[in-house]
């Protein structure tokens, strides 16, 4: 079975882009989940999605936004970029609507520039 | 808020010894979790916390969740340098707060 994966792996942007990360769960697995790390912060939860519908949210500003599509797969978008911004990105799927037994994609490493 | 607090932050210690690193959460829990990552890679589930007095192990890791004392350990028993790697523990509250402990940097030195 193929794991989680992430697109882009890396990514470079300057303040005041935009920008939307993808991905893909692993076949079968309903629930997404979104998580921010960074050196200052450490890991920040972001979103969890579930059939489309987003679950819960973690305490980010409105420019954090993300969807999940029928086919599972999400995308988030970081609209406005900050420095503060730049981070490892990292998504989780699972098969049911909880967080038991998370299987991480590699991440996407963003830096704003 | 939910605090979720580990110590100790590192944590240097010989193979073949045993050690505990402690989870501490600020408001009542449904939920603690455990994960591994290793240096310059993404996170690895290792452990589910569901209920009070839950005890989870998987080779030489054992987790326990205390939920009137709010806290849950990470037992090492007879260290190896394979599991050298930064855990971290995440608690989630009957409000869906889900928040991350600042993680335990983990050295194994043969």
């Known amino acids: 079975k193929a794991g989680v994966t992430q697109t882009p792996r890396y990514l470079i942007k300057t303040r005041g882009q935009q920008v939307t990360l993808s991905c893909s769960p692993i076949?079968?697995?309903?629930?997404v989940s979104w998580y921010q790390q960074t050196p200052g912060q450490g890991l920040q939860f972001l979103f969890e999605y579930f059939s489309e519908t987003q679950r819960n949210k973690g305490n980010f500003p409105g420019r954090f936004s993300g969807r999940q599509f029928s086919n599972s797969r999400s995308e988030m978008n970081v609209s406005t970029l900050e420095l503060g911004d730049s981070a490892l990105y990292l998504c989780?799927?699972?098969f049911g609507s909880g967080r038991e037994t998370q299987y991480f994609g590699p991440g996407t490493r963003l830096l704003v520039l | 808020e939910l605090k979720v607090e580990q110590n100790p932050l590192f944590l240097s210690m010989q193979e073949g010894k045993n050690y505990t690193i402690y989870c501490n959460y600020s408001?009542?829990?449904?939920?603690l979790y455990w994960y591994r990552q290793d240096p310059g890679k993404s996170l690895e589930s290792l452990f589910v916390?569901?209920?009070?007095?839950a005890v989870k192990q998987e080779g030489r890791l054992m987790a326990s969740l205390d939920t009137k004392a709010r806290l849950s350990t990470l037992h090492i028993t007879a260290a190896v340098h394979d599991l050298s790697a930064t855990y971290f523990c995440?608690?989630?509250?009957?409000?869906?707060?889900?928040?991350f402990g600042t993680g335990t940097s983990l050295t194994v030195i043969p």
């Open positions: 989780a799927s699972s």
């Open positions: 076949s079968g697995h309903r629930s």
């Open positions: 995440a608690s989630e509250n009957t409000g869906n707060q889900f928040y």
């Open positions: 408001t009542t829990s449904d939920r």
């Open positions: 916390l569901l209920s009070n007095g």
